[in-house]
């Protein structure tokens, strides 16, 4: 896969400078450990220079002011950056291949572009609408009445249940299910009466969400994802939740119900988020955190019940210390009881 | 969708006591926050009332005793139960329409009653049996010798593995996987050898179970989810495990196998028990709670390992006090010998 | 199901010491609990002596030395060893049935090996090779340039994505879904930019991967999943990791990206390991721990963050006392202020 370019030409393609012989070739991406001569490499994280020094590769995309590497060298403002656009030159993407599969069920209402393609063994139900140069994989599922955008592509076998709107750009992988119903009951004393949900999904531009995730329709009004918003595998998002925008939810994370999750938040792996709870725009819950209640806007926490992180940080140290204490403040009490028995005296 | 109705109608259909225009008509139901005049609209809960004081809807369902609200009242004993009624009456559920699909694959011995349905790219294998008006979504797989019974709704792209037996208006969503092998080895002092899971599964009447949750079979014997129980999105229930009737599983939680969850019990979001483990009836554990051990009947517990709720909520209030509480037993330790060199003297 | 055998046959196939009459003829496998005295049950583990006592089976499969029970008795050195051949003898597993379904869409360039099977509904896309007698479950998708070993079972509605290498032997269950895109973007300031996973994932021989898991495919390089290893249910595993041999991953664990796990390492259910963690051989997680850095070889650890067990399990006897303790220490600072007054004094 991919092709071969001159390092002259990645650096253009990357705006790098570069340190090295510009019409020297190399055939693909490879990471610093297992690099060849024949391949390109990158430096992405400062913490990996040691692994860099010792490469094999014909190149590396380095910061600007990276030091003591012998390679040839493309330097560049950011080299997370570059390694998108790198990966990009190399592995570009192959385009839609528009056409609906002869083994797939597409009812006759519903508007697939011509330019969008649906895959084999999928079913598209009545009403839908499946946008430009859009893909539903095969074995996928599209309910009746959802609308997808533009340039969304469904990994096969995703399941989208009646009324979601998908705007474009929006990438599901394999196994997530859009819109089931929220997890909601009325117990009237005797039985978990269900309540009708009856609500919708609505997942904005630029939202991928990754494999098995789950994110239920609202009970009334919409559960929303916010443009841009990433979502890692297994994820569970519940009715009513507004998601917003440049969100990452790591894998695990679950959110229950009538939450509203800041932009830019990042939710680490494992999080729990009780329902109607509010977190502010850019806060951060480190991995495992459970959140029972209102994080302000831009703070760090960890922990269950999540605190800020550095007061957590050093509950968790001095917890090691806490049998020693238990010991101590015994040894103490006794010897205060002397004392007090001298000062009696 | 829905149809519209007079608040005279509507209070019939809810066993209201209304306190307003009965021949006034609305159209939907919608959340406080969003609703118009055209909109009917409930206070489910109390902490809402500032909410409901500024609806713009046209009409609220209330409990008996809400005081403060100059909108047409629709008056129950319980709003949470009557929103479940006002639900169904705006959006009645579709009947099921019979019919097995041509683009399904239904094997020949499979028995598929004349009223229920089997949706495109659905598998139905040898002697599997769907009982009358249910629904096997598109899809789904039935393996072989499954029994479901009556008015079962299996949302598309359901699994249901051989030999699982599901009882009569069971809703199981996307992804669920019903029935596939537990997780059991004997290490032989070199590998995991698999132990065959050769037993069975049984859910029964009026459960439902939500998208990508796992049930396993049993290795011998049944694992069973007992009436009326309600499980969430992205749970995960063991090999030979017993869960009770009316129980409440809520998304994330992991049940190890061979344990045995009372009747009535509601384990929170991502809580997880330990294998043999036993849940009293009524026993609720809050959301991530860890539990290695038996929990009594109706006790409320939290924190891993799980504790009675009282006592971890003290632990946790203490806890923000333990890096200072280092700092005073030293302190104090310095203090102590201070004073035992003036006793000593 | 299964057939029936006299005890003499069994103890030849369990290379048991049958104390009791060879031509007994049980029928089926049953747990001590249910047996009758048709059946053959076994105690694999000592805790279970009372309920073998009084057990109604025809024939006990215990070790060498149990002692106190008048059944008649089948002695071997490891009972767990001894249940998986009395399993397989009793359900010996169908050989495969060759042939693709009719109603599958096998492209024409894929290769599936005459002995092996593709089931209703299965998609297997261009370039993909199917090994000797393996199975491709009903409504499973594999994707362009797969390659499949022999003897491997996808159950029903696998997902694996293009490019990914399974071994031989390998058993996936319904709705796992590998090789789906790693969870890596640049944030390039104003949106998150999605860096191109282009990598893959290699499962090795004699694997088995549990209903809905999910497993990345590299961002370059390869994810890899060693021989022997077993994966419960809901597990992820990220980007780049490598999971050695024979290890064991308990349902919903949780593991980031670039993670090493050691060969014969068990992680039990909703551990969370974050991302270049390196989790040494043999080294033991107990549930629920959070693993934020390196554990050496063969430690056991527990907790959020993890330490030595016994460590862990000191603090949580000791936070018990940490309400208690604050007021301990509180009181002692007062008396000690008392007694520094009279010292002054």
Redesign the interface.
Known sequence: ??GSFTLGRIAEALGATLEGDPSRVVVA???LE?AGPEHISFLANPRFLPAAAETRAGAVVVGRDVEGLSHALLRVD?P??A??LL??L??P?APTRPGV?T?S?VDGTARVDASAAV???A?V?AGAVIGPRSRV???S?V?PGVVIGADVVL???T?V?GGVAIGDRV?V???A?LG??G?G??F?GR??????Q?GGLRIED?V?I???T?I?RA???NTVIGR?S?I???V?V?HNTEVGE?V?L???V?I?GSCRIGNRAILA??V?V?DHVVIGEGAVLT??S?V?NTVPAGQVRS???S?PSL?MR??????????D??R??RA??K??RD??G??GE
Chains 1, 2, 3 share one sequence.
């Open positions: 896969m991919g991406v490879a990471p297992t950011s997370q950056a390694l998108v990966l990009r190399f592995h993407e599969h083994a069920v895959g084999p063994g079913v139900e994989g095969a074995l599922f309910g990994h096969p076998r399941v249940y990438i992988h394999s196994g299910v089931a119903d997890f009951y009325a009237d039985i978990h009466q269900k309540i009708p009856v630029d991928e990754g494999a098995n789950t239920d009970t009334l009004g841009g990433k890692d595998n297994l569970q519940g440049d990452i790591v894998s695990q679950g229950s792996g494992q729990g009780a991995a495992q459970g029972p922990g269950t019940p605190r007061e050093r509950i968790w140290a001095a917890e090691a210390m806490l049998p204490l238990v101590k403040v103490l009490e010897r205060v004392l007090e001298h000062a």
